[in-house]
Every structure is written in C-alpha cells, then in structure tokens.
C-alpha cells in the first residue's frame, strides 16, 4: 500500500516534536530532581543547576580567593554546583579521610588520571585497591629501601648544592650590576631535581642547565587550565579519554612536555628491570621491591614528578614573597638562623632533625602553609549511599563534599582574629591547647588519614632546609615591588616572573 507522502511528512514532524518534548520534560525533571536533592543547602542560585560558578570562579585566575568569599558569605557548607558543596569545617574534612570512613574519593580524582585505562594512587576510586596501592608505595616513602632519612636528605642536600652553584655562577648582583633571578621557574627547578635525584637516583638536570627542560615547565602550566575544566565537569574525562581525544593526551613518545618526562620515566624503569640490572637504592627500586608492575612503576613514578614539584616549589616562592614583604619576620628569622650556626661553626648543611629544633622556622613554615595552602583544588569526596548529616544538614548519599583549603586556614576561632595577616608569631604565643588546634588545621594542607599525602615527608625536608641555606648566604630583595609574582590559582597554584635581586650576604 503507497503512503501518502504529506502524512508521512506530518507523521515524521509531529514524532520529531514528541520526541523533542520529551526529551526537554526529561532533561527539565533531571534538572528539577537535581536541584531538589540539595536545595536546603546555602549557596548562589545559579550554582544549584550547573557548574557555571565553578567555572565562572575557576576562570578568575583567583579560585583560593572566590572559595574564601563564598564561605564567608553563606557559611561552613555552601552549594558549589548541582551535585557539589563546599565544605569549610575542619572536622569533617578530616572525618571524611579517616581510615574507617565509607566516603570514597569523589568525581573530582577523574582528573588526576595519566595514562587512559590506567588508574594511579591519584585517580584509584576503588577503596580496596588504593589500600594495596597505598601499601605497596608505603615503604618506600617511609624510605625503608633509601637508606631511610638519611638517603632523602642526601638528595636533597645535594640539589641544593646545585641550586647555590648556580646561583653564585649567573645570578649574585653587586652594585650597580642587576642579574635577575626568577624564583618561579628556578623553585621548580630544584623541585623537579630533588624528585629525580630520590625517585630515579639521578637528577633530570633542571638546574644542572638552568632550562626549562623539554618545555616541561610550559606545557605543565599550559596543561592546567584543561585540568580545571576537567576539576569543574569531571565527566569530561570519559570523553578527553576515549578515541579520538586521547590520541591528544601525552605520550611517551613525545618530544616535549609531560609526555618526554614519562618517556624518561618509562627508560629509568626498563633500565632498572633489565636482567641483570643492578639494584639502587632510590625509590623506583623500592617500589619495584613493594610488587609494583612494569605499567604500575611508570605510573607512580609519573605521580612523583606531578605531585612532588608544582606544590613545594608553590611553597618554597610564597615562603620567600611572605618573609620578602614582612620585614621583621625576614631578620628574625635570619637572626636564628645565624644563631645556629655561629654555635655549629662546622656545619655545612642544616640537618633535618636541627632545622626541626629551630623555633622561629618552624612557625614560618606553619604559617607559609596556613597563608598559602599549596592545593587550591576541590579534592571532593563522594557520600556515602545511606547519606550523611554534615554541619546540620542531611546530605544524599553520592554528594560530592569539596574541600575548601582556603577557608579552613583563616578560621578565626582557631587563627584568631588577624587570621587574615602572614604572622608566624602567632605559632609561638598559642597556648599548648591552641597549638594543638591550629597543628590540626594546617596538617590537612596536606590532606589526611587514609588519603595523606604520601609525599609530605619529602616536602618537609625540601622546606625545612632550603630557606636556611639561602638565607644564611643571600640577601633577597624584589626586582619589582609593585609587581611581585604572577598568580593564577585553580586546580594548583602556577606562578610567574618572581624577579629576585639576590646580593651575597657581607657576613657569609
Ligand atoms: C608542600 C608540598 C605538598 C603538599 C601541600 C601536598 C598536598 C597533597 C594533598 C592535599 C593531597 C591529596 C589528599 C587527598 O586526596 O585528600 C596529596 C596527595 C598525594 N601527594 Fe602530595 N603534597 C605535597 C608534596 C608531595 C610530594 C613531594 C610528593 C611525592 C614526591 C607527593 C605525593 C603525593 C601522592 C602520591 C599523593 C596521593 C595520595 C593518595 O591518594 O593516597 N606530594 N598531596
């Protein structure tokens, strides 16, 4: 039987609408059903449908600081996004982690995926499995296998030595001559050699040519606006890691950038699990002890160069910028320094355990990390399904709990009431009760329990020693007071054209 076309035009047109009216009806429900779940939670209204405030924050360059504002304006637990908040309270950020919690690593972790189909300790969801990871990384981090401490300090020392070298070859000025000395990228430098030097028992020589090797450094910087996006809409990376997207990812096989440093990742590995290699004792043969796999051992040992370097060396150019624009905190500290080694005359590198003995360091250091948190991410954690009630409210299981490290670090009952200023004094007139309140706020820098960072031990040599070394021999001083650092916060900190003047110290 012929059909007449006119009603197969209508029939077609008249499904074609249904089918958009349908299509609409569900999407609308979705967003209705969507909004309803969290609807008794605070926040700007139209971050109750979208990701539009997250991006919209993101995109300022200033996320710490658009985190802070909304904290401050509707309370310890706000709503960010249509399945997301923002959590400002200590106590449940650090109940999320504990090692018993039912709340897993949220959506958020997508991002820290490197090589499709693979997960790491960073983007691992899966509780269980991230327990053996965690395991399997334990005792090498503990540095068991590295001639423990002494081992770390080793390659930390001896990356500082090379950060000196260099600094006295190209970079001291004297009068009337200016050798500009950008931190920036020279505070990632020694970041990134410290992690090969301890992780591959060779250091990627960064500061060795004072380069950006492989574009490392710019195609990193480069990379995280793309992170943030993924940070914002975290189901982007099912799609940035299916075919044909994933052919843009990096690869081993790259010349430049991420994908050069996995290829050297990837060499270190296949010449250390060659037959008849011999064993080192740095932390790819640690891990290589613990059981990792071939693909496992590429991975972590990826993780570390990530991890380990845009964070410290955020630490070690806010450290420095904090004491440059805070004048008595500067002398005080150099005085202690010059202290210690006026009575250890023969001291050639502050040991770890000494610098911990070092009151006034110590407080600069807690207050660096308060003021400057390093990580500005989410690093939502996902509800588990029987739900939660999180400051007052009742919240569905599946919500994603954002950490707002910002705001935690000027709580004013626990900072007091000039929270908001860089004192490292603060540390030292708290009372044993105080103390103990503030420690607990600034370790979760750090993140905490059953997801802390594996790395921190490192950090805290790296830190406590730099600023010792450099202080005792230089002067530091702004190339351009009006204009100290370019900033941009968002998943991480990336920071640019810190232009030092650094003089050589009269006395060293
Ligand atoms: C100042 C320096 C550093 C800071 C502030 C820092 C902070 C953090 C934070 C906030 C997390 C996430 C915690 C969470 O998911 O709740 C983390 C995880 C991690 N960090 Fe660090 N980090 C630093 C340096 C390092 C270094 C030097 C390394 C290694 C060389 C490292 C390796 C790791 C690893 C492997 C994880 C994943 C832990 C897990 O998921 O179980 N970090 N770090």
């Not at 059903?33 to 008794?40: A, N, P, S, V, Y």
């Not at 249509?82 to 200590?90: A, I, Y």
């Amino acid at each position: 039987m012929a059909i007449d076309p006119s009603l197969g035009r209508l029939w077609s047109s008249g499904t074609a609408t249904t089918l958009l009216i349908l299509l609409l009806t569900t999407a609308i429900a979705h967003l209705i059903r969507g909004w309803k779940r969290l609807q008794h939670i605070p926040g700007p209204q139209f971050a109750s449908f979208s990701p539009a405030w997250i991006i919209k924050s993101l995109s300022s360059g200033q996320f710490h600081e658009e985190l802070l504002k909304i904290s401050n304006q509707y309370g310890p637990l706000v709503r960010i996004g249509s399945n997301d908040l923002l959590c400002t309270d200590p106590d449940v950020l650090r109940r999320m982690s504990a090692v018993r919690s039912q709340y897993t690593k949220g959506d958020f972790y997508e991002t820290g995926r490197i090589i499709p189909g693979y997960n790491n300790i960073v983007c691992e969801r899966d509780e269980e499995k991230h327990k053996a990871l965690r395991a399997s990384m334990n005792s090498a981090y503990q540095g068991r296998e590295t001639g423990s401490l002494l081992g770390l300090e080793a390659a930390v020392d001896r990356q500082i030595e090379k950060l000196i070298a260099l600094i006295e070859e190209k970079y001291v000025s004297e009068p009337g001559v200016l050798r500009p000395f950008e931190l920036s990228a020279k505070s990632q430098f020694f970041a990134l050699d410290v992690i090969g030097d301890h992780s591959f028992g060779k250091p990627f020589g960064f500061l060795s040519e004072d380069r950006d090797l492989f574009q490392y450094i710019e195609i990193n910087d480069s990379a995280v606006p793309i992170m943030n996006m993924l940070q914002a809409m975290p189901w982007l990376s099912n799609i940035v890691y299916r075919w044909p997207f994933r052919l843009a990812l990096p690869s081993d096989k790259d010349n430049a950038g991420f994908g050069r440093l996995m290829g050297l990742a990837k060499g270190h590995v296949d010449e250390r699990l060659r037959p008849g290699a011999k064993p080192s004792q740095d932390m790819l043969q640690a891990f290589s002890n613990g059981g990792m796999t071939y693909d496992e051992l590429i991975q972590h040992m990826f993780v570390q160069i990530v991890a380990g370097s845009i964070t410290t060396a955020a630490t070690i150019r806010h450290t420095l910028l904090a004491l440059i624009s805070t004048p008595t905190t500067y002398s005080r500290l150099r005085q202690e320094i010059d202290t210690f080694f006026a009575s250890n005359p023969n001291t050639t590198t502050i040991p770890y355990t000494s610098a911990l003995s070092l009151p006034y360091l110590q407080s600069v250091l807690h207050e660096s990390l308060r003021f400057y948190p390093p990580t500005t991410g989410l690093g939502s954690k996902q509800v588990p399904p029987q739900g939660d009630i999180i400051c007052g409210y009742a919240v569905p299981g599946g919500t994603q709990i954002a950490h707002n490290f910002s705001g935690i670090m000027r709580l004013k009952p626990i900072f007091g009431d000039d929270a908001d200023v860089f004192r490292p004094e603060r540390w030292l007139e708290a009372d044993e009760a105080q103390k103990k309140a503030m420690h607990s706020v600034v370790d979760l820098a750090f993140g905490s329990g059953k997801y802390e960072c594996m790395g921190k031990r490192i950090a805290m040599v790296e830190l406590n020693k730099i600023f010792v070394e450099l202080l005792r021999r230089y002067d530091f001083a702004l190339v351009n007071p009006q204009k100290p650092i370019q900033v941009v916060s968002g998943i991480f900190w990336i920071g640019k054209d810190m232009w030092m003047r650094v003089t050589r110290r009269e006395t060293f």
